[in-house]
Every structure is written in C-alpha cells, then in structure tokens.
C-alpha cells in the first residue's frame, strides 16, 4: 500500500512497546513511535500511566515488604492505583 515510513502504531503494538520500554527493551525509534500514539490515543496514555505506576509501587514493596502481611497491603495499592487511574 504505502512505503511511507510506519509511525503510526496499532493500540496493541503501543502496549509492547510499553512493556518493553519498562524492562529497557525499547529502542529510542520505538520510544519516539510510542511517544507519538501516546498523542493522539487516550486508551493508550492511560495503558502507559497505569504501567509506570504499577511498576514503581511493585519495585517499591519489593524493597520494603517480605512477609505475607505487607503483600496483602501491596495488593490493596495496586488496587487503589488501578480505581485511581480509572477515575482520572
Ligand atoms: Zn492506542
């Protein structure tokens, strides 16, 4: 169809590439094609908010919680975070 360079990315590719961005897996073209979804895409910026929030609280309680009782309290923000992104 069109040999015009692909910028556009379809939602799912955009969450790849946000998972991958996550571990450091991206590359910065992926990075710039995601950043430029993230613009137009709502569902999207919400995906990524979500992600980069949960993964800092789940990096976070790694650090400070071992027991059974501080994972309880890990689910409770995840939870929180999620209703929190959901209602922005
Ligand atoms: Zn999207």
């Given at each position: ?28 073209w992926?990075?710039?094609?995601l950043?430029?979804h ?10 990524t ?11 976070k ?12 309290k ?15």
């Amino acid at each position: 169809m069109s040999t015009k360079i692909k910028l556009m990315l379809k939602c799912d590719e955009a969450n790849h590439v946000c998972d991958k961005a996550q571990h450091k897996d991206a590359s910065l073209w992926e990075k710039i094609k995601l950043h430029v979804h993230l613009v137009y895409c709502n569902a999207c910026r919400k995906y990524t908010i979500n992600n980069i929030k949960l993964s800092k609280i789940i990096k976070k309680s790694r650090i400070e919680c071992l027991d059974k009782k501080c994972k309880e309290k890990m689910k409770l923000e995840l939870d929180r975070a999620i209703k929190e992104t959901e209602t922005n």
